[in-house]
């Protein structure tokens, strides 16, 4: 698959979602959580700097202390709003790669692959509604490690990849939750060993983040 291809599905997905966002919403289906001008305010303040303590939240959108500490706690405990740092991968000089995969079978689609969500070099995951089932977007600490990891996806039981890559940064977000294991453990999070892999054992991947046999910064 060309870039002219790939290009061409990125806009047909993002218009498709669009056109259903716009129709669930025309059939006045209510929103799991409503948001008003206040807690608008509290979320613009935090997009700022979420660094802001809750005075500097209060005085930033004029409301009170008190309604300030309970917004944000009804924000935070529905998921609304999510509290974290956030890595630019690229500044540490990572590789980047867009992947598309699909489902093998039916059944795999009714239960999609749980080793995906759990990998850390996983990024960014969009699930479709039609083929390819999944883009993801993936790092790599250098070119031959993020190579690697993509071949690793080719393993993944019920998940084939159709196509993959390089990227730039996205153009947003432009940057990422990244998972971080300060105890490492003898298997990732998929179940594989690095150990028996013949790309870490010839030096060309630096192994999964998650592993004590890891050998990378993280």
Avoid at 3 to 15: D, V, W
Avoid at 27 to 54: C, E, F, H, P, Q
Avoid at 62 to 79: M, Q, V
Avoid at 158 to 183: C, D, N, Q, Y
Wanted: aromatic share 6%; net charge positive; with cysteine.
């Amino acid at each position: 698959m060309g870039r002219k291809e790939l290009i061409y599905i990125r806009r047909a997905f993002f218009k498709k979602v669009i056109k259903e966002s716009v129709r669930t919403v025309g059939k006045g289906l209510s929103l799991s959580y409503k948001l008003d001008k206040v807690d608008l305010r509290i979320i613009n303040a935090l997009a700022k700097d979420a660094r802001k303590t809750i005075t500097q939240i209060a005085k930033n959108t004029e409301i009170s202390r008190p309604t300030a500490i309970n917004r944000l706690k009804k924000l935070r405990k529905s998921d609304v709003v999510i509290l974290g740092a956030r890595i630019n991968v690229t500044k540490l000089g990572f590789k980047l790669a867009l992947v598309a995969l699909k489902n093998k079978s039916v059944e795999a689609r009714q239960k999609p692959d749980t080793n995906l969500a759990m990998c850390p070099r996983v990024l960014l995951l969009i699930q479709t509604s039609e083929n390819p089932n999944y883009l993801a977007l993936l790092y790599g600490e250098n070119t031959e490690t993020l190579v690697s990891v993509i071949e690793c996806f080719k393993n993944f039981s019920g998940m084939e990849v159709i196509s993959w890559h390089r990227s730039k940064m996205p153009l947003l977000p432009e940057t990422f939750a990244l998972k971080i294991f300060l105890k490492k453990n003898e298997l990732a999070p998929c179940g594989k060993k690095c150990g028996d892999c013949s790309n870490y054992q010839n030096m060309e991947c630096l192994g999964c983040p998650a592993v004590t046999e890891y050998k990378g910064p993280l």
